[in-house]
């Protein structure tokens, strides 16, 4: 088993050597009902189907990439959920600063950056009623050596570890696995007791647009405003004409003016 030597976290692993998505797999036996402990995770040496946010494509091939997913069940319904991307991203930033020394930075909502370029991605998904407890699927991807040719396939600036000098991408995926586990479950454990309080603080030292002049986009509409980083429930505060608003909900993207 390829990760049989991970011993450091008492975590439910499961490995699949090809899938269509963690993500999928997970929300699958959830909408079947199946039993699931709370901190299974499952990860892919390889996706079939790899999604980002809105139907988007994840480049999934098969290699040294991460393509890993975490089951969470929160009692606090979905309101929680909104502010999850958040965490996930400090998780991640803890988890290459601690491993690699990497200092990486975020992107509103779900982006992992390093000089401009996506190092890794996060999509929650969840199955839930306003009130009541929620199911959540954690879904990060990460890139560690992209094949050459995947290039072509992605159309904004990327990075890997191997690119970023990772001992040529040659990772000890075990250690990667438990140690971004425990910084999850710990940044997990921060938000079910106090929310985002101190971590938006923490979220906006990392933050790759601070102060910066971005473009917002619906799909529908684009207008441009200042970054001002996020607030504590995770909405990220643009100023416009002298005045500062808050913006939430999965639906918007945002890019450097
Ligand atoms: P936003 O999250 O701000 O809407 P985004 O363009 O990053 O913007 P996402 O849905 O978060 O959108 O991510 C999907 C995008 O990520 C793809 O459209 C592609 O540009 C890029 N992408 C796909 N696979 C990879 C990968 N393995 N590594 C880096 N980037 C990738
Ligand atoms: C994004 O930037 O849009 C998020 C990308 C998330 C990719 C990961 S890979 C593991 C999990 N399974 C998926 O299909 N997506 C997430």
Redo the contacts with the bound molecule.
């Keep these: 088993n390829y990760y049989s030597s991970l011993t450091h976290c008492e975590t439910k692993l499961e490995v699949h050597p090809v899938i ?5 797999e997970l929300m699958r036996r959830i909408q079947k009902g199946d039993s699931l402990e709370s901190g299974t995770v499952i ?2 040496q390889m ?1 079939t ?6 139907g ?1 494509t ?1 480049q ?1 091939p098969f290699g040294a ?5 975490y089951y969470w069940l929160l009692d606090d319904g979905l309101q929680a959920a909104m502010g999850l991307s958040i965490v996930v991203g400090i998780a991640i930033y803890d988890t290459l600063e601690k491993l690699f020394g990497i200092k990486v930075q975020l992107k509103w909502p ?3 950056l390093v000089n401009d370029k ?1 190092l ?4 929650v998904e969840l199955d839930g009623q306003p009130q009541g407890p929620c199911k959540l ?1 954690i ?4 890139n560690i050596k992209m094949p050459e040719s995947y290039s072509e396939h992605i159309d904004q600036p990327w990075t890997d570890l191997s690119l970023l000098n990772q001992n040529n991408g040659v990772i000890d995926k075990n250690k990667l696995v438990a140690q971004l586990t425990h910084c999850l479950e710990i940044r997990l454990d921060e938000y079910r007791t106090e929310g985002l309080l101190n971590m938006h603080k923490e979220w906006n030292q990392l933050h790759a647009f601070q102060d910066q002049l971005v473009t917002l986009a619906t799909g529908k509409r684009n207008w441009q405003g200042v970054c001002e980083g996020i607030d504590a429930q995770g909405g990220i505060k643009i100023r416009q004409d002298g005045e500062v608003k808050s913006y939430f909900g999965g639906e918007i993207s945002l890019r450097k003016a």
């Excluded at 269509?20 to 999928?24: E, K, L, M």
């Excluded at 189907?49 to 809105?54: D, Y």
């Design positions: 269509d998505s963690t993500n999928s990860v892919a996706q189907a790899g999604r980002g946010r809105r988007r994840w999934s990439n991460l393509y890993y997913s779900n982006d992992i996506k890794a991605g996060v999509l699927v879904g990060i991807g990460l």
